[in-house]
């Protein structure tokens, strides 16, 4: 059981018996990672404070106060933000005055809200701020009614950290309750509402924390160099709770992945295995279960409607000129779902409370960049001021926002740098590339023509002048929200390592979709399950285990190794990571293209044809200026000449070129 469950329990259940009272000796009653809470308790009277306790007027009736948690947590001594908002929570503690002493940190504010039970602190830290504990006391007519011990940690020194992803990485997405069971004693935590049943799609499965670092080494087989994983804050919701997208805890980790330090323990261990960590972070929603579902500190909190009104998922709303207020208040104002209650960031304490969280969670895990869900579903003005406070205090860290829209000018209106007509800026510094993935997911099932098949990755690519930086698109052909590439390309293994190979070797910074390297399939149409399928060999009781080699098929190795070696190839590749990009118009269904710098240049054919062709290579020339032979990446094979080149019906040709 987490250690703040039980603790809420254990005074929940004490506060029932005993009637806490306002006055007497101090004694530590609990501690968790949170604060220790210092309580009095009844049967500490003794008669000298019963007359004091008299003489000052108070009755034995005085109103209850109760302090149950305060966000964040704890803090860190050290930041370049000053400033800190702490949500205090508990029974009536909005009628005290929190008092502090400690070197260098004042009170600037207090701030009442409509909810009696909440208190919000702005603290203003000195930059000679030590770390150590601060007691924090909750005062009503100078008597302490609760107490806490706040903890200020040592910030972590070592420079590596906080340093973001880039374009030498591959990320991998996994989904945590489908990727590997590790520990199946977590599987149905105590207080968690839905309960393990791997036969629904739909249900949890059991997969946790200790199932994905048990498996850093097959990542590390595979070949790529950063893990994203769904949401893994507390889930608390009675169904679908699996896929971390209805959050009910936003300083907590599902209990059914793990405890907080157990996933602060596997970042430090990624890091070990040289792997990055992505936290999928939501800010437009939160589910409809979340602790303070009755307790509101204000109305406004959420976004309230007379009568459940869903969003109309039109994210391209935000930017356009022409929008009715009425659609843009809709998809803005709308809620997700009927789970996902959507919250009002224009309300600026839960503006500070998100900002803080996310700036907590970095501090305290050591990770190494976000995905943002829903990027254009809360306030862009919000969004643009969380990257802002972001970089302030990490400044070459990334945030990849999913702004799921299809063409290169939508997606590019929340890119970071360009100042749009309206004067939106974002600061964003990634977004996916929603428009290629579409591109990939068709142009290897096409007949060759003007604008099909690999037309269209080329016309997709050319608009990238939309961009600031086009090189900092995060590239997919799947991801778990749609079809799997392996269905999408018809399973067809010779579309889906065209596919493959593209999406290495193109511009950008790629994301695989866990599986994909195995040759999972799923149809979104058949349900999130079927594309969310458990990986083979993650539960003690699969029949096989596609971790291993003996456990994978013939073609699943075959798959596998294909994958294996492009990533590998791709890691000491520099030119192919970052290098220029220069693409030909594709001729005769093939498309070639050259990723190049000071370092090396490689040349990429792209056969999507069912027919053999010999590609002369003389249209070339630009880029084969001062090479005169090359060699294959895939099967080593040499070219001691470089006017013409022969290549398989339906394949990829990747040429190292030598001088
Ligand atoms: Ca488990």
Known sequence: MNSLFSLSIILGSRYAMNNWIIFGYLSIEAIDMRCSFIKIHSKQFTPWLLAIFLISGFTAQTQKVELTRIDPPFWWAGMNNPNLQLMVYGEQISKTIPVISYDGIQIRELIHVESPNYLFINLLFSPEVKPGMMNIEFQENGNTKASCRYEIKQRKTDPTRFHGFDNSDVIYLLMPDRFANG????????????????????????????????????????????????????????????????????????PRFGTNQDYVNMVDEAHKNGLKVLMDMVFNHLGTEYYWKNDLPMQDWYNQWPEFTRSNYRGGVVSDPHAAKADYDIMVRGWFDTSMADLNQHNHLLAEFLITNS??????????????????????????????????????????????????????????????????????????????????????????????????????????????????????????????IYSKLGEDDNKFKLAMTFLLTTRGIPQLYYGSEIMMTGKEHKGHGDIRKDFPGGWSDDTSNAFTREGRTREQNNAFDFMKKLLHWRQTNTAVQSGKLTHYIPENGIYVYFRYNDEGSVMVMLNNTNEEKTVDLSRFSENLHGYSKGRSVLDRTGFDQLTEIKISPKSPLIVELLK
């Open 359 to 484: 700036i907590w969670w970095i501090e305290y895990a050591g990770l190494d960049g976000i995905r943002q869900d829903t990027y254009p579903y809360p306030y862009s003005d919000f969004m643009a001021l969380w990257m802002k406070r972001l970089l302030e205090e990490y400044p070459y860290y990334n945030v990849v926002g999913e702004v799921w829209l299809s063409d290169p000018q939508s997606v590019a209106y929340w890119e970071n740098n360009i100042i749009n007509k309206d004067g939106y800026r974002s600061n964003l510094t990634n977004v996916f590339d929603f428009p290629l993935m579409q591109a990939i997911s068709s142009a290897f099932n096409e007949e060759e023509g003007w604008d099909k098949g690999a037309a269209k990755l080329w016309d997709i690519i050319s608009q990238d002048y939309v961009y600031t930086d086009p090189m900092h698109l995060v590239t997919f052909a799947d991801n778990h929200d749609g079809d799997r």
């Open 183 to 254: 520990d199946p004693s977590n599987d149905d935590a105590p207080g968690m509402t839905e309960k393990a049943d791997r036969k629904n799609p739909n249900g949890r499965h059991g997969g946790d924390i200790k199932g994905i670092t048990n498996h850093f080494d097959y990542l590390n087989e595979l070949g790529v160099t950063a893990i994203w994983t769904n949401p893994m804050l507390e889930n608390n919701m009675p169904a679908f709770s699996y896929h971390g997208y209805a959050i009910t805890d936003l300083y907590m980790i599902d």
